[in-house]
């Protein structure tokens, strides 16, 4: 295991001063087009620093039980309802398609009533749409059957 936590170390400090490289290549100031990469860069240095110098003993490696068929049934349909996701996006535009993914989601992962989990679906939709299409102004796909979103 600490040749594993070694080489990832050393992979996440390369990729972390890639990041840092490119993000003060194209840096324009907080919030611009290189901020993201050089916080990717500095997270990804510290990330590698822990690997690198942690002194953590091996798991004791046990067996994992297979999921049982009900689990196997909510993967299936959490499977499902991502690729119906995509597929719909671009039809019916992403606030209808988000507020039925997230409706869908949540319904599969928990033991959630339908009620509730089209509130949270709706709810996180509305949310997001405001974040960041009317107050970031970034742009989100319009269905082509629903024109809105």
């Not at 990717?40 to 046990?62: E, I, N, T």
């Not at 909510?74 to 690729?83: E, H, K, N, P």
């Given at each position: 295991m600490k040749r594993a936590d070694r080489i990832l170390g050393i992979?996440?400090?390369?990729?972390?001063?890639?990041?840092?490289?490119?993000?003060?290549?194209?840096?324009?100031?907080?919030?611009?087009?290189?901020?993201?990469?050089?916080?990717?860069?500095?997270?990804?240095?510290?990330?590698?620093?822990?690997?690198?110098?942690?002194?953590?003993?091996?798991?004791?490696?046990?067996?994992?039980?297979w999921p049982a068929k009900g689990v196997w049934r909510r993967i299936g349909l959490i499977f499902i309802s991502l690729v119906s996701y995509i597929l719909l996006l671009p039809w019916i535009g992403y606030l209808l398609a988000t507020a039925l993914f997230m409706t869908a989601l949540v319904w599969v992962m928990g033991s959630v009533r339908w009620g509730y989990s089209l509130i949270f679906g709706v709810g996180v939709s509305a949310f997001t749409h405001f974040v960041f299409k009317i107050w970031l102004n970034m742009p989100f796909p319009s269905g082509w059957l629903l024109p809105f979103g």
């Amino acid at each position: 295991m600490k040749r594993a936590d070694r080489i990832l170390g050393i992979l996440l400090a390369l990729l972390g001063l890639f990041c840092l490289v490119e993000g003060v290549r194209v840096w324009d100031g907080i919030g611009g087009t290189g901020f993201m990469p050089l916080l990717l860069g500095v997270v990804f240095a510290l990330l590698s620093l822990g690997f690198l110098v942690s002194r953590s003993q091996p798991l004791k490696s046990s067996s994992l039980p297979w999921p049982a068929k009900g689990v196997w049934r909510r993967i299936g349909l959490i499977f499902i309802s991502l690729v119906s996701y995509i597929l719909l996006l671009p039809w019916i535009g992403y606030l209808l398609a988000t507020a039925l993914f997230m409706t869908a989601l949540v319904w599969v992962m928990g033991s959630v009533r339908w009620g509730y989990s089209l509130i949270f679906g709706v709810g996180v939709s509305a949310f997001t749409h405001f974040v960041f299409k009317i107050w970031l102004n970034m742009p989100f796909p319009s269905g082509w059957l629903l024109p809105f979103g």
